[in-house]
């Protein structure tokens, strides 16, 4: 039975990422491709950006069998260097 996830992606600054230099956005548009390959692959279920009048910021769930797994995906995204990221396990009930 596979494990979910939700993993929470809080930009270095509060005005990111409405003020992303160029370089930033690069890393930004490897980061969304990195996850699309990661939802062909099973284990990233939806992901986007939450628009949160306190602060934007980046949202995921994931299904793996190990919570292991989670911390590889995070430590092979490109976005990882733009900001702190936050695990937490869920309790999901996945519509079949």
């Known amino acids: 039975m596979k494990k979910h996830f939700v993993i929470k992606l809080t ?3 509060p005005t990111f990422p409405n003020d992303m230099t160029d370089d930033e956005r ?3 548009q490897a980061h969304s491709e990195y996850l699309k390959g990661k939802m062909k692959e ?5 992901f986007g950006p939450v ?3 306190k602060g934007v910021y980046g949202l995921g769930i994931l299904a793996v069998d ?6 590889e995906i995070i430590a ?3 976005a990882n260097v733009l900001g702190t990221y936050e695990v937490a396990l ?3 009930w996945i519509s079949a």
């Not at 099973?42 to 939806?46: D, K, M, P, S, Y």
């Not at 190990?66 to 911390?71: I, K, R, S």
């Open 76 to 78: 092979n995204d490109p």
């Open 11 to 13: 930009g270095n600054r």
């Open 90 to 92: 869920m309790m999901a």
């Open 66 to 71: 190990e919570e292991a797994q989670v911390h």
């Open 42 to 46: 099973g284990l990233v279920l939806i």
């Open 51 to 53: 628009f949160d009048p």
């Open 26 to 28: 690069v890393i930004m």
